[in-house]
C-alpha cells in the first residue's frame, strides 16, 4: 500500500497547482506584467518560484500555449502573445495626466468607482476571482519583502478588484486610466521606501481589502478600499491637497 501511495501522490496535486500557475501567469499577461512578446522566465525559475516540479509549470504553460496567450521559438523560450485592448478601453477618451492637479483628480474619480467595485467584489467573487486578486497580492508581498514597490503589482491587485465586480464599466474605466494611475502610483511609492515602514503598511491595506472581499463582507471591502485610496493620497500629497475651486 505504502510503494503505491507514494506514485500517485503527486498527481491528484498536479492539477490545482497548474491552475494556480496558469491564472498567476494569465494574469501577468493581461495586466503588462509581462508585455508583448517579451519573454516569460524559464521552467527552472518558475518551478523554483512557485515551489513545484518543472512538469507541472510545463502543463501550465502548455495551458497558455493552447489558449493563444504565449508563443515559442525554439531555444529561445516562452513570449507573451500581443494581445488586443479591449474595445470598451480604445472607446474611452481620458486627457493624459499634464500637471499635479490631475493626478488628485484621478485619485478622486479612483475614490468615486473603486470603492464600490470592492464592495461589488465581495458580493460577486468566486474562486476564480479570489485566485487573481491573491496572486496580485502575492507579487505585491514579494516586492514588500524585496523592500520594492512595484506599480505593475499594484495596478494588477486594483484590476483584479474590478474584474471580480462583474461590472465591465468598471473594469474599462480602469484600463482606460492605466498611465494616468501608473504616474499616481508611481510617485506614491517614492514616499513608501525609506526608514519608515510605508511599504509594510500599504501592503497591510491591500491585504484587508482582499480579507474583506474574501469573506463576502461588502461594507468593509468599500471601507477599505476607501481608505486605502485616501491614505494614499494624503502620502502622496503630504495632506496638503490643491483647492480646485472653480
Sequence with gaps: MKPNAVEVAPRPQAGPLSDRIYETLKERIATGVYGADERLPGEYDLAASFDVSRPIVREALERLRSDGLIYSRRGAGSFARPRRPPAPVQNLGFAPV???????????????????????????????????????????????????????????????????????????????????????????????????????????????IFEAIRAGDAESAASRMRAHLRGSLERLFEGRLLDLAL
Design 98 to 208: 499634464e500637471t499635479i492637479a490631475d493626478i488628485q483628480r484621478c485619485y478622486e474619480f479612483r475614490l468615486t468607482i473603486e470603492p464600490e467595485a470592492a464592495a461589488y467584489a465581495a458580493r460577486r467573487r468566486n474562486d476564480e476571482a479570489l485566485a487573481r486578486i491573491e496572486a496580485a497580492l502575492a507579487m505585491l508581498d514579494d516586492a514588500t519583502r524585496q523592500q520594492r514597490h512595484r506599480e505593475d503589482a499594484d495596478f494588477a491587485f486594483h484590476i483584479a478588484v474590478a474584474k471580480a465586480s462583474n461590472n465591465h464599466y468598471h473594469l474599462s474605466a480602469l484600463q482606460a486610466l492605466k498611465e494616468h494611475i501608473a504616474v499616481g502610483m508611481k510617485l506614491h511609492g517614492l514616499t513608501l521606501i525609506g526608514p519608515t515602514p510605508g511599504l509594510q503598511r500599504v501592503f497591510a491595506e491591500h491585504t484587508g
